[in-house]
């Protein structure tokens, strides 16, 4: 479908290639037992995922800051469970989560396997939200750096996914136009309409059982590539 429009591809990192609600639990695994944090991990995480996933939309809208994020995310998540725990321990859990996220290497099913396939024939690149000081490490720890030529970051950009301007840094980095372009990710609409309003084509990693739309195609698995490249 794209095989002769299409020289670039730009890919999410979290949920994306990346495993991060794998990776994330085995972080918090970590950090909570090492900090004598007396929580059951499944009861944790339950609470603690949409709770994440609804500040990171707030952090994409300009809601919240970067500290706010971290700090708020796990106070509201304890506060639900009814765990006391004091400011100070939230403040070092957050910032070892920070540090442990990266050591943790796993990656969505087939995501090598289609890095593979796709390189000899594109130029492949990454578009993020996520915060530059651990995704590189991410890249680096699950020996998938080398596959992209340019990463363009929120931070490195100024804004965040959907913003126009994170894409329109990310094209002109990669030195390409919107038309020969393509984005690969989880979110409809960070990454998908985000994309779409700058005029790159989409294809919707559907990672996160979202409802069926007319945007884009939508995939299930990262080998359903092979069928559109």
Known sequence: MFKSL?????????HTLWDFEKNSALT???????????VDLKDFLE????????????????????EELRFQRLKITFDTLGYTISKELIFILSDQYIENLSSFNHLLPNTTEVLDYLKPNYKLHIITNGFQEIQDKKLQSSKIHNYFDHIINSEMAGVKKPNPKIFELALSKAKVLPHKSLMIGDSLEADILGARAVGLHTLH???NNEPEHEYCDMIHDLSEIKLYL
């Open 47 to 66: 609470v603690y995922i949409p709770i994440n996933f609804e500040f990171w939309k707030y952090y994409r809208e300009g809601k919240i800051s970067k």
């Open 28 to 38: 918090f695994q970590k950090i909570l037992l090492r900090n004598s944090v007396s």
């Open 6 to 14: 299409v020289t670039d591809i730009f890919f999410d990192l979290d």
């Open 205 to 207: 990693f559907n990672a």
